[in-house]
């Protein structure tokens, strides 16, 4: 082992996107130290050696090498999905990518050196000083590792078990071979068959027959005890009639040691069972955020997706639900906020496999300044089904003249048995609005914060309150920069 | 005691100019009314008085209690208690009338000032009770599908609650029933009595509002200036001989 201290060179601006080493922190006060460890270091671009690399560390079984290989092969010969999503995915250089990252090499830098701006908001957002400090990587962990073994030795005596995908790709592969990949097959997409290839991390989750989980399970505890995800890999399979609450991430911003993000995250809702998966997340602004998220609705379980993302460069993620079984129902709540230079490309998918079947999908989006933000949806029921029901609501709103969106909603309803409601809106924040606000006292940037946390406030009551509250504070800070 | 002094100001949105020369003091408990046609400048002035954006002084002042309150930003002229109560309010979607009550009572605390949410809320209910409005008004949404007469009720509660020094209220009895005028009239001549009076500004069209709200002072606004003032009974001579009179009087001066 050789612990080299390492200076990254100042990056050159062009290409600093997919530059590696300082993301998510102004380049221009970098100079950050690291302690590079490169015992387990797989090094920059993809190849099958890369791979076999990955694979050697992590011990695995043979069969799963065998998985990734043919996931390199999917993920090599598919073509970027540019033909419908943006050309900005061009960007993304694979060659200059690190693709595993050991526990050995964590960041590391004193508090002075964390920019004040950075601070401001750590301060703002009112996280706890050691959190702060694991954040801004400061501290590669804090006591986090303590909060998750407490959870892990409490649901286990329900005889659930909450583990990284690693270790429960060891300990548990009877279960996890049966639903792995079932859900989303390694070619579904160019990004869940990179995942396939190069995953790391990630929770796995197995909850037996008829057991309710009183408390969420936390993944914001689970991923602090490790590295940030940069490929994660979770599964989570409720057996019949149990019930699970999956909280993953965080409002504050993440600070992450690569510009690209790929996770794939797989539900299995058996017979009864519920599943609800929470995601919040905050990415810094120089992240490309490509994940793909679907869970399988058995007879009468219910998959309940709610997604708030605010942050990254571009963001392409549209959780789905496939109703498998009769009376299955499926959910998708999502608010998407794109600030300058940002694209949130979100939507949900919802297909109807069964009788009786029904989902509802409630998106709404915030533009300001330049950000983009783009709703794709797909519903789908077929012609032979009876008594579906679907209902699609996409609300967007703009801050500004030039913030841009888009509706690509693709509902496909065949038969007259079944029954589908959408409706769309597009408003936008006015300067009466805002004037009426300003003579009441509030400042503009007040303003504008409290009418975007009125646009979503219906939806964000349905949160647990812990996040609709960190929410709040985190879009107040996002129009409060926003206004000049 | 407090005065808004408003000189000789004049006011154009974009190239038009449409205030030309308005002058009026008025201090605190007053109640001054302006009257005139439509078109003469009434609602540009209070608008432009608040600091809206889209309106441009282009000479004259405003000065509260002496000091000029023109190169203050809308918010930081309310901040000094001056209150607009909008012809047109406009609606929040999503943010309760206590919620955004809050948020203005809130800004007028000092920095790291935190509001005392017990004592705000037993103020709000209290000035409720007082303006005769159902305890289960403050949950809706802000102007969200309201009625004429329950945004503008909801202008006066806001004012109510904000407690300013001086008010500006535009066309406050349009779209009004006689009954929702009543309350309305109601609200305003509960804030009228005691120490704290605000100076009043009442923009209207009609002498009707001026049988329940009895100004002190009654002005005539035309062609963006004040052409006549005097008391109430100028207000009742409008009534009876129109707006006619006025412009021949003054066309023919």
């Given at each position: 082992?050789?612990?080299?201290?390492?200076?990254?060179?100042?990056?050159?601006?062009?290409?600093?996107?997919?530059?590696?080493?300082?993301?998510?922190?102004?380049?221009?006060?970098?100079?950050?130290?690291?302690?590079?460890?490169?015992?387990?270091?797989?090094?920059?671009?993809?190849?099958?050696?890369?791979?076999?690399?990955?694979?050697?560390?992590?011990?695995?079984?043979?069969?799963?090498?065998?998985?990734?290989?043919?996931?390199?092969?999917?993920f090599l010969s598919m073509p970027m999905p540019t033909h419908?999503?943006?050309?900005?995915?061009?960007?993304?250089?694979?060659?200059?990518?690190?693709?595993?990252?050991?526990?050995?090499?964590?960041?590391?830098?004193?508090?002075?050196?964390?920019?004040d701006d950075i601070k401001k908001t750590f301060e703002r957002l009112g996280i706890p000083e050691q959190e702060r400090k694991f954040l801004s990587g400061v501290e590669a962990q804090f006591d986090s590792e303590a909060a998750y073994s407490n959870i892990k030795e409490l649901v286990a005596k329900q005889g659930v078990i909450f583990a990284n995908s690693t270790e429960a790709l060891r300990e548990h592969?009877?279960?996890?071979?049966?639903?792995?990949?079932?859900?989303?097959?390694?070619?579904?997409?160019?990004?869940?068959?990179?995942?396939?290839?190069?995953?790391?991390?990630?929770?796995?989750?197995?909850?037996?027959?008829?057991?309710?989980?009183?408390?969420?399970?936390?993944?914001?505890f689970r991923i602090n005890a490790e590295n940030f995800g940069q490929f994660e890999r979770t599964l989570i399979i409720a057996d019949e009639g149990s019930e699970v609450v999956y909280m993953e991430g965080c409002t504050a911003p993440k600070f992450s040691t690569s510009t690209l993000h790929s996770a794939v995250v797989e539900l299995v809702a058996l017979k009864g069972a519920k599943i609800q998966y929470i995601t919040v997340q905050n990415w810094a602004n120089?992240?490309?955020?490509?994940?793909?998220?679907?869970?399988?609705?058995?007879?009468?379980?219910?998959?309940?997706?709610?997604?708030?993302?605010?942050?990254?460069?571009?963001?392409?993620?549209?959780?789905?639900?496939?109703?498998?079984?009769?009376?299955?129902?499926?959910?998708?709540?999502?608010?998407a906020l794109a600030n300058d230079g940002q694209?949130?490309?979100?939507?949900?998918?919802?297909?109807?496999?069964?009788?009786?079947?029904?989902?509802?999908?409630?998106?709404?989006?915030?533009?300001?300044?330049?950000?983009?933000?783009?709703?794709?949806?797909?519903?789908?029921?077929?012609?032979?089904?009876?008594?579906?029901?679907?209902?699609?609501?996409?609300?967007?709103?703009?801050?500004?003249?030039?913030?841009?969106?888009?509706?690509?909603?693709?509902?496909?309803?065949?038969?007259?048995?079944?029954?589908?409601?959408?409706?769309?809106?597009?408003?936008?924040?006015?300067?009466?609005?805002?004037?009426?606000?300003?003579?009441?006292?509030?400042?503009?940037?007040?303003?504008?914060?409290?009418?975007?946390?009125?646009?979503?406030?219906?939806?964000?009551?349905?949160?647990?309150?812990?996040?609709?509250?960190?929410?709040?504070?985190?879009?107040?800070?996002e129009m409060e920069g926003s206004v000049g | 005691m407090s005065q808004l002094e408003i000189k000789d100001l004049h006011v154009a949105i974009g190239d038009k100019s449409i205030v030309k020369g308005f002058s009026l003091t008025i201090r605190s408990g007053e109640v001054h009314a302006i009257m005139g046609p439509n078109g003469t400048g009434k609602s540009t002035l209070a608008k432009a008085v608040a600091g809206h954006?889209?309106?441009?002084?282009?000479?004259?002042?405003?000065?509260?209690?002496?000091?000029?309150?023109?190169?203050?930003?809308?918010?930081?002229?309310?901040?000094?208690?001056?209150?607009?109560?909008?012809?047109?309010?406009?609606?929040?979607?999503?943010?309760?009338?206590?919620?955004?009550?809050?948020?203005?009572?809130?800004?007028?605390?000092?920095?790291?000032?935190?509001?005392?949410?017990?004592?705000?809320?037993?103020?709000?209910?209290?000035?409720?009770?007082?303006?005769k409005i159902d305890r289960k008004f403050t949950s809706r949404s802000v102007n969200d599908g309201f009625s004429g007469g329950e945004k503008k009720r909801c202008e006066i509660l806001q004012m109510a609650m904000l407690e300013p020094k001086f008010a500006l209220m535009d066309e406050t009895d349009s779209g009004l029933d006689i009954d929702a005028l009543r309350i309305v009239a109601d609200g305003v001549n509960a804030l009228r009595g005691g120490p704290s009076a605000p100076g009043i500004l009442l923009i209207t069209h009609y002498q009707r509002l001026l049988d329940h709200i009895v100004p002190d002072h009654v002005h005539v606004m035309w062609d963006g200036r004040i052409v006549k003032s005097g008391d109430k009974s100028l207000a009742l001579e409008l009534e009876a001989k129109g707006y006619d009179w006025v412009k021949k009087e003054f066309a023919a001066a």
């Open positions: 082992m050789s612990a080299l201290t390492y200076t990254p060179p100042p990056a050159p601006a062009a290409d600093s996107a997919t530059e590696n080493p300082v993301v998510g922190i102004d380049q221009t006060k970098g100079d950050f130290s690291y302690n590079m460890d490169y015992e387990f270091d797989a090094g920059t671009g993809l190849s099958e050696k890369t791979v076999r690399y990955i694979s050697s560390v992590k011990k695995e079984a043979p069969w799963i090498l065998e998985f990734r290989l043919n996931a390199l092969k999917k419908w999503a943006t050309k900005d995915l061009e960007n993304i250089n694979f060659d200059k990518i690190r693709y595993y990252l050991s526990q050995g090499q964590k960041p590391k830098r004193t508090w002075d050196e964390v920019p592969p009877e279960i996890f071979r049966k639903f792995f990949g079932k859900v989303i097959p390694t070619g579904d997409n160019k990004f869940s068959a990179l995942n396939s290839a190069v995953f790391s991390g990630g929770s796995f989750i197995y909850v037996p027959k008829g057991v309710k989980v009183a408390q969420p399970l936390q993944a914001y120089n992240v490309f955020n490509l994940v793909t998220k679907r869970g399988v609705a058995h007879e009468e379980a219910e998959i309940k997706w709610i997604d708030c993302n605010i942050g990254s460069r571009l963001t392409m993620k549209y959780p789905g639900v496939v109703l498998k079984g009769r009376k299955a129902r499926g959910e998708v709540l999502s608010i694209h949130q490309d979100t939507g949900a998918k919802m297909i109807h496999a069964a009788d009786e079947t029904t989902s509802n999908i409630i998106a709404k989006s915030i533009s300001v300044g330049q950000g983009r933000s783009t709703y794709r949806g797909v519903v789908h029921i077929p012609k032979h089904l009876k008594g579906c029901k679907n209902n699609t609501e996409c609300d967007a709103l703009l801050i500004n003249s030039n913030s841009r969106t888009d509706t690509y909603p693709a509902i496909t309803v065949r038969g007259d048995q079944n029954a589908t409601q959408h409706e769309a809106s597009v408003s936008k924040v006015n300067e009466e609005m805002i004037f009426y606000m300003q003579q009441r006292g509030l400042t503009e940037g007040q303003a504008m914060s409290l009418a975007v946390n009125g646009f979503i406030n219906d939806l964000a009551r349905q949160f647990p309150m812990e996040y609709s509250v960190e929410l709040k504070r985190l879009i107040d800070l | 954006p889209d309106y441009t002084i282009t000479s004259g002042d405003v000065l509260l209690n002496g000091a000029s309150i023109l190169a203050q930003e809308a918010d930081e002229r309310a901040r000094s208690g001056l209150f607009l109560a909008f012809q047109y309010p406009s609606e929040i979607p999503g943010v309760s009338i206590a919620n955004f009550l809050r948020a203005a009572v809130q800004a007028r605390l000092a920095e790291g000032e935190e509001l005392d949410a017990t004592a705000y809320y037993k103020r709000l209910y209290a000035k409720m009770d007082l303006l």
